[in-house]
Every structure is written in structure tokens, then in C-alpha cells.
């Protein structure tokens, strides 16, 4: 018996040691895995970060070679030009203009580097230029180059400018021409292109947004940089890391400190350019290091704990092979609920993903309801019928509540709204002063808007880009100091038959070279402009026409030669804006028009046909496109309004398409509930009216030679 119960205990004694010896082999799994991982990421760090700085240096070294070839090259243009001048005087260099400026063309014309070449007097006068024969005589005594080499430095970068006869971007490299007495005569001036330098730099740096190479002054003004940086950034401001190395070695170095132009830590090396006070620099993203660290991590864990992971996972079956019947069930018990909850999650999903799509459906069909009620309400209003008025105006406070919450349904279904907005210009356009007027030089625009303003009801991106397509043509064709107004106010425009139109006038003056007649009549033609080649596209005004036409207005330019130049934009104001003058304004007679409905519900039919004849007019309904073609081939309207969505295979966008080609004259108006349908009719150009819709919404579309509904 004794060995009996010997031999009963071994195996718990056994299985006791084994699962020791299990945990031990787990826990010292684990310890190697994470160890060698802690090794392998200190190395590798180490390693990215010494890649980092030897790929700076060398783009220091590369980029210094360059900038010292050019500006020797630049020397020998000058020394050369130097000995074609000799000890001239102006009166002499005048007299013989025509040869110097021929010969400065031929010098130049082998570097692309080099934009133009000048020859400066004392007083600062342009004496001879390489681009432009006779000289123009522009007078640089204002430029800091020019006191610089007057002072008595031989030599001088100047800053990125903007010359005066390139009208490009452009550095100089100016010398001091002086006398054997040693008076001052004048400068042989270079101008370089920056974009010259931006080309070899982004070809040593093809494509990588984290490193970057710069020309830079001594006193930090940025000449050139790759990649191009997006905001205003001409200057690095003291203390950055630029200054601390060139403080500590004037002639090359490396050091790691924080961007003062995107804030980000950088691994930066320099060089001077060879007898400049011009530095190359490279900085490298010490971001983009970590990142690269942090992928060779996430790639090296991957390759490490997997396998560790699978030796964990045989450990830990063998330690669970050895629990009794209940942990066994509740293990699988807890792998079930695992298992069902993401079964759960899947089928919410699913159901979520239909609901959208049914929330799109019942935004549609609920609009189409609410067509039903608000055309019953209008038609209540225009048969002028007494004692209904309160709950009248309770019906339409809940269409408002199901218009908003159409609008709700349509965002739970990932429906995105139409791009127009309504606004206030008087609160919109102090936001937009900055992106309006850098362009043009805030200090050069007054900006006016009326405080009493209408609001509109437009994508106030594209009217960004009209007003900003204005003030540029308005910059350009003024003199240099010449003032830009933006005046905005209320229209109330009266036309031929008598109908009362609110405008919202966004006019732009200024007082520059204006226009001709003959360009005034073609400023709107697409791809016409008066600038130089190479200076304008002929798309601005194009584009400024289209979005007001877009919007239901229009723009009107008047221009007189040498006097200036003001573009008006009249946009429509939005519904219900000029409420308090409607009270004053005598309605207009309602001429009864031969419209065609052509709508497939026969409720929003019968509601849209019952308002538009209670207004006056005679209304024929066609159920689907083919129907209203058809009775088109045979009949006379001066309306189609259509649905956009309609079965058949014909959308109302198609049927406007081909009663433009059809009938030209012919005025359509699209309505839909539908934000897709919607945007598609006004990416065509086409009218659109959004349903629940209004008779007064109807009639802001419509322009039929002045010609309401009612």
C-alpha cells in the first residue's frame, strides 16, 4: 500500500516541477525577447541619427560646390564686364549703349543662372541693361545693395527681391566699379534666379519632404529654400540654431536645435559659400528619424515576439492542459463571448450601413411630403383665405422642424450638403481680409462694408476666389502705390418690367490703366487677357462671371483708359433678407406663364400644379422625361420645371441637357430632395431648387427676360 500511494503522489509531484519549469522557461522567454529588442533599438537609433547628419553634410558639401562654381563663375561675368567698361564715364557708356548691351547679352547667354546683368551709375541710374535696349534709366539708390557698394564693399548678396525690370524673383550679386583714384563709379550688377538653385536642390533631394537645403545671408535672410516653404518666410530669426553654429564656427559645422519655421527638431549642418557671406544649409527632421526608428521597431518586434510569442503560447497550453474541467469550460466559455461580441459588433455594423442608406430614402420621400404641405400653405396664402393665419404659421414652424431634421437624417446617411452657404458678408469678409489682401498689399486696400449688409447665399470658397481673382487684375493694372477700394452694400434694382430685383454689390475700384473699349468687350471671354505672355491665363474674369451666374447674379465692369477700372458682383440676397423694404415695394403684376411640370410623385405633382395655377399660370404635368419630350416636339412653354430624380433611365439633368441642345430659349429649373442630385445639376450649370421649395424660390431662379411667376 505504501508504494501504492508512492507511486499515486509522483505524478502531482511531477506535474508540480514541470509547471515550476514552464513559468522559469516563459519568464526567461520573455527577458531575452525584450532585451535584445531594447539593444537592437538602442543600435539602430544610433545608427538613423548618424545616417541623418552624414546625409546634411554631404548636401553641404554637394550644395557649397555648386553656389561656389556659380559665383565664380558670376566673378569672372563681372571681371569680364569690368574689363568691356574699362574707366568709362556714363557719358561714354550712353554713347556706346548699344554695343555694351549687345555684348552683355552674349555673355549671359550660356548661364542659366543669371536673369539679366546691369550697369549701374553713382547716382544710381540703370545705365545699360542686358534685356532691355535702350535702357529704361529705373533708379536702384534705394536698394540696400547699392548704399552697401557706395559705402565702400566691394561686394553684395542682396536679399530675394522682386526686380523692377524682371517683375520676377531674383537675388543680385553686385561689385563697386571705382576709379584708379578710387571714387566710386558705379556697380556692375547680376541679378540670379533663385529657381536656378531650386532646381538643383530638389534634384538632390528628389521628392523627400524631410530634409531641406537652404542659401541663406549671413543675417539670416533666406534666399533660396527646398522644399518651398507655404507661408510668408524671409527671414530666420535670431537665435535659431543658424546663428548659435555660425556664432560658434563662421565656417562649417553641425548641431541639432529647434526650426523656427515649422517648430520641428533638426539635425542641421552648413558651409560658407567661398568669399560670400553666404552659407549652404541642410536641415534634416529628427520627426522623420524617429519614424524611421519606430518602423524598424515595429518590424523588428514583429520578427522577435512573433516567435516568442508562438513558444509563450505552447508554454501556456502546456500549463493549461493541466487545469481541471471548470477553467477548461470557462476558458471556452470566455472564447464564445469573445466570438459572439464581435458577431454582434458585425451585424450592428451591417444594420447601421442599411439604415443609412434607408435614412437617404426617407430624407428624399420626407421632402417630397413636406413639398406637399408647403405648396398646400402657399396656396392658402395667395387665396388670401382669413382666420387660418396662426395655425398657418404653426404648420410652417413643424415644415421648418422636418426641414431640419431632413437635414439630420441626410447627415446620419453620410449625405454631405450642397457647398453654398448662407452668410454675412460684413461678418465674412473681416475673416477674409488677410487671404484678400497679402496678395495685393493690405496697406494699399480700403476695404468698406455696409453694416446693414443683406445677407447671400453662396460657396463662400468660390467667392474667395472671384473677389481674390479681381483684386489681383485690379493690383496689376495699377501703379505701384495705387489704391484698391472693396466697397459692399445693398441693390435694389428695378428692370423693365417693374420687378423688384435685392442685390448684394461687391464692387472692386481701382485707379490704374483701364481698358479699351474693344477689351472691355471681350474682359469675360475665356482665355483673353492684356497682361504679358506668361503673366495672366485670360481665366480670372471667366471665372468671377461664371460663379455669379452660378449664384443667380451677374457682374458688370466699367472701365475708362487712364482713369481706372471697377468690376461689380451682384449676388442674389438670400430669402428673406430685404424683409423691411418689401413692405415699402408695390408687388408687380403677375403675367401668367405656360409652364410644363414634369415630376413623377403625382402628391408633389398635384401640389406644385394647384399652387403655380392659384399664381396665375397654366400648368401641363408630364410624369418622366420621355413624356415631356414628347409633348415639347408639338407644344409651346416658357418653363420646364423638373425633378431630378425620376424612373425611366432619363434623370431631369439628362432632359436639360437635351432641351438646351433642343430648345435653346427654353428656361429649366431642376428640383430635387436629393444633396447628390442637387450638386450634380450645379456642377452643369443648370438652376437648382432644393425641395421644400417656395414659389419666391421658384422666382429668384428664374430670369425670362425679367419675367416673374408671381
Known sequence: MATDAADLSAPRVGFDLQRRLLIALLALCVLISFTLLSVLGFVQWHTLHEQAELSAARATVVAKEHADKVFELNAALKGRIEDLLGGMSESAIHADEKNIHTKLRRMIAGLPQVVSVGIIGKDGELLVHSREYPSPGTIVSDRDYFKTLKEGKLESVSPVVIGRRALQPVFTDGVARRSESGEFLGIILVSLDPNYFLSFYEEMLPGDMHQSLSLVREDGALLVRYPRLLGEFSTVPPGSPFFRGIQANSESGALVGISPIDGDKKILAYRRVANHDLYVVSAGSLTSVRNAWLSYMALAAALLLVPCGLLCGIILFAIRKVRDQRVAWSHWRREFSLRHTAESTLRESQKFEALGKLLGRVAHDFNNCLMVVTTGIQIIRLKRIAGVEKQIDAIERAVNGGQQLTRQLLGVSRRQPLKPEIFSLQVRIPEWEVLLLNPIGAERCTVA????TWPVCVDPIELQLALINVLMNARDASPQEGRIMLQIGNVLKRNEAQTHDYFVRLAIIDHGIGMSESARRQAFDPLFTTKEAGKGTGLGLSQVQNFARAAGGHVELDSTLGVGTTVSIFLPAAD?????????????????????????????????????????????????????????LSNQVELVISDIHMPGGITGIALAKKLQLSHPALPVILISGYAEDLQSAMKSGFKVVSKPFSLESINQHLQLDGRPLG
Open 449 to 452: 462694408v455696409e453694416p446693414d
Open 576 to 632: 428673406g433678407a430685404p424683409q423691411a423694404l418689401e413692405q415699402a415695394v408695390v408687388p408687380a403684376a403677375v403675367k401668367p406663364l405656360t409652364l410644363l411640370l414634369v415630376e413623377d410623385n403625382l402628391d408633389v405633382a398635384d401640389g406644385i400644379i394647384t399652387l403655380l395655377q392659384t399664381a396665375g399660370h397654366k400648368v401641363t404635368h408630364m410624369k418622366n422625361a420621355m413624356d415631356a419630350e414628347q409633348f415639347l
